[in-house]
């Protein structure tokens, strides 16, 4: 197992959009394309084999840690787009938390309060922006490399209290749980239909399974 962490920015679901990726249900995320122009880039990713996603949630509760992954393993596939398309699997029996349930990062919007994350705020000092959540989003959104040995083992450590103190409700039972908000839920198997789907989809395009890849060349 790798100790390189990475964050992942989750935009905002809008209402004529949910938004299906992550697959929490199949441990996958990539393969709609989610990312594909920077931290899953196919040509620049910089994930490999045995890493780790630390995913992050914005919403009217403020930042919040969803979930850091078992490791994940990587799968290039050749279709789908002119220039393929990085998929990231796991382990999808660590489900993530609940958006309302989700540790927060700096309990916003209290100001001057960091939470469980105070190696993270630090780190986020002198970007400027006018919120401490804005600061991250500017920090990270696009980022593609690893986080500092020291904010990773924050977030590792945080995150793993959270699980060790947390109850079963406070966790996922269905998709929409993890966004928050969403209009529109959708049924576990309209979920597993859709993950399926797009498989198929990148499959076909690329005539060829895809493949596993051991680190970014």
């Known amino acids: 197992m790798s100790d390189r962490l990475f964050i992942v920015m989750l935009r905002r679901p809008r209402k004529d959009d949910p938004r299906t990726d992550p697959f929490w249900e199949f441990g996958s995320f990539g393969c709609t394309g989610c990312h594909g122009k920077n931290l899953l880039h196919p040509k620049n990713c910089q994930i490999r084999n045995g890493d780790r996603l630390a995913f992050v949630q914005g919403g009217q509760l403020g930042a919040r840690l969803l979930l850091v992954t078992p490791p994940v393993e990587r ?36 100001p001057g309060r960091v939470g469980l994350f105070p190696l993270l705020a630090s780190s ?22 690893p986080l500092e040995p020291e904010l990773a083992r924050e977030l590792e450590s945080a995150f793993t209290a959270a699980v060790k103190g947390a109850k079963k409700s406070d966790f996922i039972a269905r998709y929409e749980e993890a966004l928050p908000w969403c209009d529109c839920p959708s049924s576990a198997s ?28």
């Open 75 to 110: 799968f290039d596939h050749a279709g789908g787009t002119p220039k393929g398309r990085v998929e990231l699997r796991w382990d999808s029996g660590q489900k993530p938390f609940r958006y309302d349930f989700a540790p927060s990062l700096f309990e916003s919007p209290a």
């Open 124 to 145: 986020l000092a002198h970007t400027n922006r006018s919120t401490i959540d804005a600061k991250l989003a500017s920090r990270f959104r696009a980022r593609t490399s």
């Open 190 to 217: 309209e979920r597993r239909r859709d993950y399926m789907q797009r498989l198929r989809e990148l499959k076909n395009a690329a005539g060829i399974a895809p493949r596993k890849k051991e680190c970014c060349k």
